[in-house]
């Protein structure tokens, strides 16, 4: 419910009173939970396809909700995988014949059983669609340890997020050595850790053991932005090294490697992308690359030319200002506008979620509860979800609280974002004031987010006409997790500022 304020200030000079309305919800205080807490049955959580390259090591944790313990199961399971009744945690080795190979999963405990096919497509295409995971940088900066990242693993799996789809666990810069800390690498011109990382390839163990994925960050400069060494000059041992540990994600970033090159045309830019992307091809495991180099030379229309599953469309979302919108807005209404190049495999990065408790990006200070409010970090979800864009939290996953993991944990708003058709929402509408964006998923319904970019509540709207549909609608609310009543010709909510109303329109059947 909506509060007013009357605020008076009693100015000295002169004994005017002046008065002002300022308007609140009770929302920014109360930060309402809309997410439904997991049922205690089995449900099946997120992506329905997955993406992987012939005779390379396969990793999958059932995503799952459900009271403890369940059993899994799948049909279909390839000869050379192996499947955990216990943990749900695949494992093996991928076919060596290309092809699709369809697995019923199945999850039971006493309280029911579920069912749901999962697609293993064998080829030459990773993330068919988005990555999800954690980031350490937005929390831990220069002091990320190995403790830091086993930890992460620990509490995506207490936490639940795990059983969302949540899987990646990526330490990003300040993990090798400091440029002024030699020796940088061995006699053999391998790439040496700090001593923050005394064991990466047992950490990197140990998070597999959780059924999880691991990442890592380096740069194609001689130095990572932070002062870090970075693998210029060793892109192909490096890329090695990196396989050999058992990384699954690696993020490339930009950073010093303009120290090589004293212009910026197109060449330039996909040089040092193509050589790790032909590179990670080559390697004997499958490895996400994230391309981050800010949108440079519109990044979006040729990353997956280099060998890129993910791509940074702006600059680093931390660091950009705030003015009557907060910084994600900016970065999410940037990113919006590229949405004919997104398909499964390739996918447009507006940079991380940055909600819960975070750092300071300009200082790397320590972190501080998010200043959005309740709305606001609706909305940031939402968009980010109808932008299939990688979900990748950077908050403190040890300071996990019920409200941010009710925004990171809704099934059906994460199911957007994982559709496996593999489209971006199109903008329908922009201005001032609003934005809806519609996404059409692979079962033929529609999702839609009215975003209400405004400081006071507003009716927003989207017509049939403008979203491409005819007849009775059912808007469910994917939130809330309910349908609402049938309606035809548009639809219409409240929405209050800075919020979003999400939903999936499905058409009624005759």
């Known amino acids: 419910m909506r509060r007013f304020h009357l605020v008076c200030i009693l100015l000295l000079v002169g004994g005017f009173l002046f008065c002002a309305w300022d308007v609140a919800w009770a929302a920014a205080e109360t930060r309402p939970i809309l997410t439904p807490k997991p049922g205690p049955a089995p449900r099946i959580n997120g992506p329905s396809v997955q993406g992987c390259r012939p005779g390379r090591p396969f990793l999958y944790r059932i995503p799952a909700t459900g009271a403890r313990p369940i059993e899994f199961s799948a049909q279909g399971l390839p000869e050379e995988l192996a499947l955990d009744p216990a943990t749900g945690i695949i494992t093996g080795t991928t076919p060596a014949a290309p092809g699709e190979y369809v697995l019923t999963l199945v999850a039971e405990n006493a309280e029911g059983k579920a069912e749901r096919p999962l697609k293993v497509i064998v080829g030459d295409r990773l993330a068919l669609t988005p990555p999800m995971g954690w980031n350490s940088w937005y929390i831990h900066y220069n002091r990320v340890t190995e403790q830091h990242m086993r930890n992460a693993a620990d509490a995506m799996i207490a936490s639940g997020m795990a059983d969302f789809g949540y899987q990646y666990v990526n330490c990003d810069d300040c993990w090798t050595k400091h440029r002024n800390d030699k020796p940088y690498r061995d006699a053999q011109g391998n790439l040496l850790t700090n001593a923050k990382f005394p064991d990466i390839k047992g950490m990197v163990d140990y998070i597999h053991s959780k059924g999880l994925k691991a990442g890592t960050y380096t740069s194609p400069g001689p130095w990572t932005c932070a002062g870090y060494v970075g693998a210029g000059g060793h892109e192909e041992q490096d890329a090695q090294k990196i396989a050999e540990w058992g990384f699954d994600f690696l993020k490339y970033d930009w950073c010093s490697y303009g120290s090589y090159e004293h212009n910026q045309d197109l060449k330039v830019l996909q ?240």
């Open 271 to 510: 040089k040092p992308y193509a050589l790790m992307g032909n590179l990670l091809k080559q390697a004997n495991r499958d490895i996400v690359l994230n391309l981050c180099q800010y949108g440079m030379g519109d990044v979006w229309k040729w990353g997956a030319e280099v060998g890129g599953h993910c791509w940074r469309t702006t600059h680093d979302l931390g660091l950009m200002a705030a003015n009557q919108l907060p910084s994600f807005y900016h970065a999410g209404l940037s990113n919006a506008r590229h949405w004919q190049y997104v398909k499964p495999g390739g996918w447009n990065d507006p940079d991380y979620i940055l909600i819960g408790t975070v750092g300071d990006a300009r200082t790397g200070g320590p972190g501080a509860a998010t200043s959005l409010t309740p709305d606001e970090q609706y909305s940031y979800m939402s968009m980010w979800c109808l932008m299939a864009s990688p979900l990748i939290f950077s908050g403190d996953m040890a300071r996990l609280d019920e409200f941010t993991l009710n925004v990171l944990c809704n099934a059906e708003v994460l199911a957007v974002d994982q559709d496996s058709l593999g489209k971006q929402a199109r903008i329908v509408r922009q201005n001032d004031d609003e934005l809806v964006l519609a996404k059409p998923m692979e079962d033929g319904s529609l999702a839609v987010g009215l975003f209400n970019l405004s400081a006071k509540p507003r009716e927003i709207s989207a017509s049939w006409t403008d979203l491409g549909l005819t007849g009775k609608q059912i808007p469910r609310d994917l939130w809330r997790q309910k349908d609402l009543g049938a309606t035809e010709g548009d639809y219409r909510a409240e929405v209050p500022p800075h919020g979003v109303m999400l939903v999936r329109l499905r058409g009624v059947e005759k």
